[in-house]
């Protein structure tokens, strides 16, 4: 057993047996959590370097650390793990997991400002993709009510793309 997960409203310790383990409402993942609040693959526990690390599979309901709602994030000896609504206590030893030296950097701001935040969010539209007999609306496209200039619009010919 590599740890365990004390639920703070009173229960049983939910042990950490495997090095990763899916974690959610659905039968099939190795920690269920019986709950209508809770996704059906809600977050995922990975052993890394004797430290445990908590990712969100993009639930409903978040997945939060130590009140902070989060993406990815490092899961400290007593950090508390709330999944949607239930809130557990991590409970390990990362020596005894095989850490060696101090505990490894957690999320850094360039991580944090990398991506747009409609990106983070997934609201970020993906690629334009031409439809037949229709060209892709592009920022340039659209109409300024406050430019007077003419517009002008080019055709594309057969095997021409837009720039």
Not at 2 to 19: S, T, V
Not at 24 to 51: Q, W
Request: proline letters at 8%; a positive charge.
């Amino acid at each position: 057993m590599y740890g365990e997960l004390i639920p703070l409203g009173g229960g049983d310790a939910i042990p950490l047996f495997k090095k990763a383990l899916l974690v959610g409402r659905r039968e099939s993942c190795d920690i269920v959590l019986r709950f209508s609040n809770v996704s059906a693959h809600h977050c995922e526990l990975t052993l890394n370097g004797g430290y445990w690390y908590v990712k969100d599979l993009k639930s409903r309901n978040g997945t939060k650390v130590n009140g902070a709602r989060v993406a990815e994030k490092r899961l400290d000896p007593g950090d508390v793990l709330a999944v949607a609504k239930h809130s557990y206590q991590v409970r390990y030893s990362p020596i005894d997991n095989g850490a060696v030296g101090p505990p490894p950097p957690d999320a850094t701001e360039e991580d944090i400002f990398s991506k747009s935040l409609l990106e983070r969010a997934g609201l970020e539209r993906g690629p334009m993709v031409r439809q037949p007999g229709k060209s892709p609306q592009k920022k340039e496209d659209r109409y300024d009510i406050l430019d007077d200039r003419p517009r002008q619009r080019r055709r594309f010919g057969e095997g021409d793309e837009p720039d």
